[in-house]
């Protein structure tokens, strides 16, 4: 059986959310980390991760989860049940396409996280692209967090909008261990990556702080999803 190789930036949500999916199925992979200006090699949409699984090519976490839910059912990812199969799309798309740019939005707009975050994310640069890219890495992250609006909104309007999605997994979770009834899918590993990288902040880690119940829930997905 070919290893599957994963193309990732280590710091990157979406890779993260890969990785745990990997390692929740106990499917092999090697990792190869991508320059910040590399992807391109890689994905048409110059984004990562992407995956080789031998002559296969794989772009975008959602279709490489997809991929990996076939070729690897069990153990699933997806309920059975069709209204929470329903919500397990939706809460996935939900944390790609709108969280992310909440995490993006509080590392990047908040000036006193960006160089912090910039150095995470230049951290396997040789040492030349490091020093060359600094200076542009936390503008260019900015204007990523605006394109979508979630950045172009007043600080004190971004800490509110994280708290009430914050509060709002809160809510799903309820008394249940997983965002859904039937146990851990796709849903808590997508949601969980994005909070998680929001935690880095220390404005991020004082919302979640107030959410016990998503707190304990952070620590089961993790327990349960890495290496
Ligand atoms: N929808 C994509 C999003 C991937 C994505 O946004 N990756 C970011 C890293 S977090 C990226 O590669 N950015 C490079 C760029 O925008 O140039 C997925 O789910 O994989």
């Not at 979630?150 to 249940?176: C, M, N, Y």
């Amino acid at each position: 059986m070919s290893m599957i190789t994963l193309y990732q930036f280590e710091v990157s949500p979406f890779c993260d959310k890969v990785r745990r999916v990997c390692h929740y199925k106990g499917v092999p992979y090697t990792v190869q980390e991508v320059s910040l200006l590399g992807a391109g090699k890689y994905s048409s949409a110059r984004k990562l991760p992407v995956i080789d699984d031998g002559d296969t090519r794989v772009e975008d976490s959602t279709q490489i989860v997809q991929y990996l839910e076939q070729k690897y059912p069990q153990p699933g990812l997806f309920p059975q049940d069709a209204a929470e199969r329903a919500l397990c799309n939706v809460l996935e798309d939900w944390a790609d396409e709108s969280l992310y740019y909440y995490d993006i939005a509080l590392h990047f707009s908040f000036a006193e996280n960006a160089k912090r975050r910039a150095e995470h994310l230049l951290q396997h640069e040789k040492p030349l692209m490091r020093t060359l890219l600094r200076p542009f890495v936390p503008s260019l992250l900015r204007k990523l967090g605006e394109s979508q609006g979630a950045g172009r909104r007043p600080r004190e309007v971004i800490l509110d909008d994280i708290d009430r999605q914050i509060s709002s997994i809160d809510a799903l979770l309820g008394t249940q261990d997983f965002l859904l009834p039937s146990g851990l899918s796709i849903a808590d590993i997508s949601v969980f990556v994005e909070v998680d990288a929001m935690r880095v902040a220390e404005l991020g880690a004082g919302i979640i702080a107030r959410y016990p119940r998503v707190a304990s829930w952070m620590a089961r997905v993790d327990d349960t999803t890495s290496a």
